[in-house]
C-alpha cells in the first residue's frame, strides 16, 4: 500500500537530452517546479510522499525479502517463514539451487524465484 508507485521525473528533463530522468532537486531562484506553483508540470519530490513505516519493503504476496545464497542461510528464516519469503541470489549455480529449493520445500519457506535456471536441465 504505496501512496506513489510512479518515479518523480527530473524538471526539463523532456527538454534537453544532457539532463536525465533521475530525480534531482531544482535549486534555481526563480525555479516554478521548486517554489511549487501550479501548473509548473512538475512534482516536487519530498518526505510526505514516504511509505508508511509498516509497508516499506513489503513484496505484493506479503512477505518481506531475504538473499540466500547457502542452505545455511536457509536456516536462518526456519523461525521466519510467515514474515519474510527467500530469494536466491543472482551467482549461486544450478546446481546449489536445486538444494535450496528442496530444502526451502521441507522448511516451507517461499521462494520468489524458486524456478530460475531449473527449467533448462528438466527438459533435457
Not at 85 to 99: L, M, T, W
Given at each position: 500500500v ?11 528533463s ?16 526563480d525555479?516554478?517546479?521548486?517554489r ?24 505484493p504476496?506479503g ?17 521466519h ?44
Amino acid at each position: 500500500v504505496k501512496k506513489r508507485t510512479k518515479r518523480f521525473i527530473r524538471f526539463q528533463s523532456d527538454r534537453f537530452m544532457r539532463v536525465p530522468e533521475s530525480w534531482r532537486r531544482p535549486k534555481g531562484i526563480d525555479c516554478a517546479v521548486r517554489r511549487r506553483f501550479k501548473g509548473s508540470g512538475r512534482l516536487m519530490a519530498n518526505i510526505g510522499y514516504g511509505t508508511n513505516k509498516k509497508h516499506r519493503f513489503v513484496l505484493p504476496n506479503g512477505f518481506l525479502k531475504f538473499r540466500v545464497s547457502s542452505v545455511a542461510d536457509l536456516e536462518v528464516l526456519l523461525m521466519h517463514n510467515k514474515k519474510y519469503c527467500a530469494e536466491i541470489g543472482r551467482g549461486v549455480s544450478a546446481k546449489n539451487r536445486r538444494d535450496l529449493v528442496a530444502r526451502a520445500a521441507e522448511l516451507d519457506i517461499k521462494l520468489t524465484n524458486g524456478a530460475a535456471r531449473l527449467r533448462a536441465e528438466e527438459s533435457e
